[in-house]
């Protein structure tokens, strides 16, 4: 069975920076993790960037833009882009414990 993390993000590149780091810090990895991204600044997306460089699984970063909260929305783009098997959902603002 497989897995895929979805973290939904908005304009908190800070805080999702150490969520990611959490993800990466983990005991067993995701198969794949998706940032969904409600319409963030040009910095949130420099983060995710940062990232994929070295991350321990494949790193997706899923757009669209600002109009108004629609967090339903992007979680179901990211919902169609997982391959995993399952699908957990976090916010960007969560960080993990290793176990």
Known sequence: ???SLIISTYNRPDALAVCLESVRNLAVYPDEVIVGD???????RMVVERFQKDFPVTLKYIWQPDQGFRLAMIRNKCIA????????QIDGDIFLHPM
């Not at 409600?38 to 949130?44: A, V």
């Not at 882009?81 to 957990?88: F, N, Q, S, T």
């Open 1 to 3: 069975m497989t897995c």
């Open 38 to 44: 409600d319409g963030s600044t040009e910095e949130t």
């Open 81 to 88: 882009a997982a391959v995993g098997d399952y699908v957990i």
